[in-house]
């Protein structure tokens, strides 16, 4: 697989980096939700009950 990318045409090398790229940015996006989901149930505080 990697000797056909190396050897491959300009088009199939740009659409390996696009793909690549993009599976990326959604990878990272995805941490990042859960770390913001994970860390805004950690802190949420409730409220008093005592009046």
């Known amino acids: 697989m990697l ?3 190396i050897n491959g ?3 199939e090398k ?3 980096v696009t793909l690549v790229g ?3 940015v959604f990878v ?3 941490l990042f939700y859960l770390i913001i989901r ?3 149930g950690s802190f949420i505080r409730k409220g ?3 009046k």
Do not use: Y
């Open 48 to 50: 008093n009950t005592e």
């Open 3 to 5: 000797d056909a990318l």
């Open 28 to 30: 990272v996006l995805i």
């Open 38 to 40: 994970l860390f805004s």
């Open 14 to 16: 740009g659409l390996f």
């Open 22 to 24: 993009m599976i990326g």
């Open 9 to 11: 045409t300009d088009f």
